[in-house]
């Protein structure tokens, strides 16, 4: 029985697959082109993200909070994507569908891990955002640049710590009937599914992560733009309150592009049967296409962003005019 691995613990046995295989989509029409579009996201991603990390640490002015929240984000943006898209390419595009036990688990860890730390690193930006509009007298006292590195330190650590748990609950299953994972990847639910000993307690931690990392952190956020938008209203001017809410803009077009495609799979999870291939594409896209799109909106939309990129642009020409 060469393909298993059989482990012995606290008098119960625990087998492990040696192997298990991703299915990925099944029998759709040109998923090769999906493939290889998925691979044209990935360097966009790569390269939009470390751009704008780059030109928040080379410009002085954006040392600053918001901006290294938003730093933050394009980090967890940039290894959301790379812990995903390369990995899909090999095991798809490659045919190279079989997945060693222990890779399983490290790819059940990093791809919700990094999601979750993009979640986090939106509710800091929320979090940002609100001190800046509802307190901005002492936002500058209260949210110092240490204060939000901690902030954002607590939110890789906390995340890392409770996702491992689940993969750790995971090693505690046998695997003594299928193998086939019905996901892009080493997917927890999938897995935990294919189990032969009870999983209750997987069920309730899926059903954790699920409330951790996705609905606590969207209801906080609509909680911050409820009370942004309570301050708003005592502004006198107009012109004012539209000054203040075209700082908030990117970040809501972000919350909305990142949340609610996620949540209403899993809502609609609940009522309605979904085909495989639908499920598989909605959470693959929901997963790579934000990451991609975000520096984007948020250079875009952000007159500060948007100005250092024209100097930047205006200096690279300048020196390259020079030196022909």
């Known amino acids: 029985m060469s393909s298993w691995t059989t482990t012995y613990a606290l008098n119960n046995t625990f087998v492990h697959p040696e192997m298990f295989y991703i299915s990925g989509f099944q029998d759709m029409p040109f998923a090769n082109y999906f493939y290889i579009f998925l691979f044209l996201v990935y360097i ?4 939009c993200n470390t751009f704008l990390i780059v030109l928040i640490y080379l410009e002085q002015s954006f040392h600053s909070p918001k901006y290294i929240a938003v730093s933050n984000l394009a980090l967890a943006d940039l290894c959301t994507t ?3 898209i390369p990995k899909v390419i090999d095991t798809f595009l490659f045919n190279s569908n079989f997945i060693r036990y222990n890779a399983c688990l490290a790819n059940m860890f990093f791809v919700p891990y990094f999601s979750a730390v993009q979640s986090l690193s939106l509710v800091i930006l929320a979090y940002d955002r609100f001190l800046a509009i509802c307190f901005p007298l002492q936002y500058h006292s209260i949210n110092t640049n240490s204060r939000m590195i901690i902030i954002i330190s607590s939110a890789w650590m906390f995340s890392a710590v409770t996702l491992s748990i689940m993969v750790l609950l995971v090693t505690r299953l046998s695997f003594c009937r299928s193998t086939v994972i019905n996901s892009y990847f080493c997917d927890h639910g999938p897995v935990y ?3 032969c000993n009870d999983f209750y307690i997987n069920i309730i931690m899926a059903f954790t992560n699920i409330a951790l990392f996705l609905f606590v952190p969207l209801i906080f956020i609509l909680f911050t733009y409820l009370a942004i938008g309570v301050t708003l209203l005592k502004i006198a001017t107009s012109e004012g309150r539209q000054k203040a809410l075209k700082t908030c803009t990117s970040h809501i077009i972000l919350v909305a592009m990142f949340y ?3 949540a209403v799979t899993y809502l609609a999870a609940s009522f309605v049967n979904f085909h495989p291939n639908a499920r598989i594409l909605n959470n693959l896209l929901s997963t790579t296409i934000p990451p991609m799109l975000n520096p984007i909106i948020y250079t ?11 100097k930047l642009l205006k200096n690279g020409t300048g020196h390259l005019a020079s030196t022909t």
């Open 193 to 195: 599914r294919l189990a």
């Open 300 to 310: 875009l939309k952000t007159d500060e962003m948007m100005n250092s990129v024209k």
């Open 82 to 84: 790379t812990a995903v």
């Open 44 to 47: 966009l991603t790569v390269f």
């Open 260 to 262: 609610i495609p996620i």
